[in-house]
């Protein structure tokens, strides 16, 4: 069984291949976002699960901020994503957490899911549909002919795998409050050595 670092870092490990692989796909296909975007974070109904949240929660507790990121977890009434900052002109905004946000915020845009066909399909937003149409053309033509890019359930797997305890889906803001509890019940009686 995985000491709570040891997952930590697993989940770390997952994320650093998925943005090689990510930044590879985009690489070869031309699709990005557009500049000062982040209207995806800003769907009300985007479902995560604790485990994605593990290495925020313990850089949250390592920043001693545990008790009150819970509070305001705990007290949040609105579906926003807890570490969305929306820009002042209600276009785009900035994740505040983007070295430790999750599995979806890396997935979405740039990876596939697997159709009732059984074929890889892209899942990417509006934005980038309409203004990368012609790179969409390109790519959704090459994964016909058989260009692999990454596939959006082969990381919930590998994830999962790390503890599947964890790997529930719930609204984005309960999923990172359950994940800061489990690192506060890990450390209530276990002094917090850092590497
Ligand atoms: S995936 Fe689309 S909506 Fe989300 S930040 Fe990129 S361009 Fe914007």
Redesign the pocket.
């Known amino acids: 069984m995985k000491s709570l670092p040891e997952k930590v870092n697993a989940v770390k490990r997952v994320y650093a291949q998925l943005d090689k692989d990510i930044e590879s796909m985009q690489q070869s296909s031309g699709l990005h ?2 500049s000062g ?5 800003k769907k009300p109904d985007i479902e995560c699960t604790p485990i994605e949240f593990l290495p925020l929660a313990l850089e949250i507790f390592d920043a001693g901020k545990a008790d009150e990121v819970w509070q305001e977890l705990h007290d949040k009434q609105d579906s926003l994503c807890y570490v969305f900052r929306p820009h002042v002109t209600h276009f ?1 905004g900035m994740c505040n957490a983007y070295p430790n946000r999750g599995l979806i915020c890396r997935l ?2 740039f990876t596939a899911r697997i159709n009732k066909e059984s074929q890889p399909e892209l899942v ?2 509006k ?2 549909k309409q203004e990368q149409a012609k790179e969409i053309e390109v790519l959704t033509s090459a994964m016909k002919a058989g260009k692999k890019i990454p596939v959006m359930g082969n990381y919930y797997t590998r994830l999962t795998s790390i503890d599947p305890t964890l790997a529930e889906f719930y609204p984005i803001n309960k999923a990172m409050l359950k994940a800061l509890e489990v690192v506060m019940h890990y450390y209530a009686y276990r002094k917090r050595r850092k590497s």
């Open positions: 976002c557009l975007c982040g209207e995806c974070c785009g979405f845009g990417t937003c934005f980038i």
